[in-house]
């Protein structure tokens, strides 16, 4: 089984509707990262959260790190077509000499 | 903008070709790694540098090679190349004492 499960695998929704993208681990998260990749392409960096309880905002993006740091959401708002593509998170679990394990990605379609 | 570039962005070849696939960055990063994606998956590490003259081999058990000669430069050689390395290859860098990854924008390898 993986290490950090995101979920939904895939996410289909109408131009300005919200959506949540969840990424779980058993471990300790000691560092958050959420990447977005445009299909065949190279990952861009969204955020990072480091402490429990965490939330940053960009623009319509709002991203979150629980009390525990073992579970974080990414939730967009008032979704729009340049939101579609493959979200990633990226975490620093227990015992993994600082580096980067990745989710399986979530691909977010944005219907106009 | 991430100082990371990887040439080419799209390669298709023929079987047994020899290959590689170069990655370079500019930000004077020690960390680099060599990322492998296959559509809708995750991503697996197969290799990675921390340093000149130090490579180490990754989660993923891969037939490719790499070198570290320097800093800036970790080039990704396949001597062969068979139809079941067609996947992304994606390179990536990070400061030393930061897990902040920076991605380039990843090479479409298809092996025919």
């Known amino acids: 089984s993986q290490e950090l499960e995101q979920s939904p695998q895939s996410l289909i929704v109408q131009e300005g509707k919200n959506l949540t993208i969840n990424c779980t681990s058993s471990?300790?998260?000691?560092?958050l990262y959420w990447y977005k990749q445009k299909y065949g392409e190279g990952l861009i960096f969204l955020m990072m959260?480091?402490?429990?309880?965490e939330e940053k905002s960009h623009e319509k993006i709002t991203a979150k790190l629980d009390e525990k740091k073992q579970q974080s959401s990414l939730h967009i708002t008032a979704s729009q077509p340049s939101h579609a593509g493959i979200y990633l998170c990226?975490?620093?679990?227990?015992?993994?000499?600082?580096?980067?394990?990745f989710g399986s990605g979530t691909q977010l379609t944005v219907l106009p | 903008e991430a100082d990371i570039y990887q040439t080419p962005r799209y390669l298709v070849i023929g079987t047994g070709k020899k290959i590689t696939l170069e990655c370079s960055q500019t930000?004077?990063?020690?960390?680099m790694y060599w990322y492998q994606q296959d559509p809708g998956m995750e991503l697996h590490l197969i290799h990675y540098?921390?340093?000149?003259?130090?490579?180490e081999k990754g989660d993923l058990s891969s037939e490719s090679t790499v070198s570290r000669i320097r800093t800036e430069h970790f080039p990704l050689t396949l001597e062969s190349a068979r139809p079941s390395h067609t996947s992304q290859y994606l390179c990536?860098?990070?400061?030393?004492?930061?897990?902040?990854?920076?991605f380039g924008s990843g090479t479409q390898l298809s092996v025919l």
């Open positions: 540098s921390y340093g000149v003259n130090s490579t």
């Open positions: 930000m004077g990063h020690d960390k």
């Open positions: 959260l480091q402490k429990g309880g």
């Open positions: 990226g975490a620093v679990l227990s015992g993994s000499a600082r580096q980067l394990t």
């Open positions: 990536a860098s990070r400061q030393a004492n930061n897990e902040k990854l920076f």
């Open positions: 471990k300790t998260l000691y560092g």
